[in-house]
T-cell receptor
Framework: GESVGLHLPTLSVQEGDNSIINCAYSNSASDYFIWYKQESGKGPQFIIDIRSNMDKRQGQRVTVLLNKTVKHLSLQIAATQPGDSAVYFCAENLRGGGSNYKLTFGKGTLLTVNP | KAGVTQTPRYLIKTRGQQVTLSCSPI?????VSWYQQTPGQGLQFLFE???????NKGNFPGRFSGRQFSNSRSEMNVSTLELGDSALYLCASSSSSDRVYGYTFGSGTRLTVV
């Protein structure tokens, strides 16, 4: 049958603004989470990760927040730049049963930064 | 250091043919995983190898197979290609033996089945 394209959530921001990208993860047993950035024609690029014993982690211009109660992750990008334009994915991982070795990805959010 | 290298970058095949894709992990990484990315299904896990052993497999038909060599390089094979196999196939390598820590992706192989 014909594939139906994913209707990616989109976020459009002005250069210099802060961006917040949200993700609902699927498995309450997941204990490790990663945010990836994917630019056109490239593979996903690691941005930041967080383990379930934390609720916040900061990197350079990025912050990840984890709310295990509602199974929600967010990625905050400070002072968004045109080079930040990409699709952003959250991914989850859990220990046990072979699941250690795979990531389950969310659908992704397309971030567009307007100069 | 060199990243994850996937070859070829682009491939066009005809329905019914088979295809082999190659992945060279980051030096020292022994875990190699494969993912399929399509507009309809997003990123989906195919399989993972460590020290030449498959440790986990996703929900794909038996037409999809893989292997890993003693130098950690990996190949995946798709037999009897279908139009729906058109996708970006991504390989990732990890420095950890027991989790996906340090997962680094290659740029992928874009497979088009006509």
């Amino acid at each position: 049958g014909e594939s139906v394209g994913l209707h990616l959530p989109t976020l459009s921001v002005q250069e210099g603004d802060n961006s917040i990208i949200n993700c609902a993860y699927s498995n309450s047993a997941s204990d490790y989470f990663i945010w990836y950035k994917q630019e056109s024609g490239k593979g996903p690029q690691f941005i930041i990760d967080i383990r379930s014993n934390m609720d916040k982690r900061q990197g350079q211009r990025v912050t990840v927040l984890l709310n295990k109660t509602v199974k929600h992750l967010s990625l905050q990008i400070a002072a968004t730049q045109p080079g930040d334009s990409a699709v952003y994915f959250c991914a989850e991982n859990l220990r046990g049963g072979g699941s250690n070795y795979k990531l389950t990805f969310g659908k992704g959010t397309l971030l567009t930064v307007n100069p | 250091k060199a990243g994850v290298t996937q070859t070829p970058r682009y491939l066009i095949k005809t329905r019914g043919q088979q295809v082999t894709l190659s992945c060279s992990p980051i030096s020292g990484h022994r875990s190699v995983s494969w993912y399929q990315q399509t507009p309809g299904q997003g990123l989906q896990f195919l399989f993972e190898y460590f020290s030449e052993t498959q440790r986990n497999k996703g929900n794909f038909p038996g037409r999809f197979s893989g292997r890993q060599f003693s130098n950690s390089r990996s190949e995946m094979n798709v037999s009897t290609l279908e139009l729906g196999d058109s996708a970006l196939y991504l390989c990732a390598s990890s420095s950890s033996s027991d989790r996906v820590y340090g997962y680094t992706f290659g740029s992928g192989t874009r497979l088009t089945v006509v």
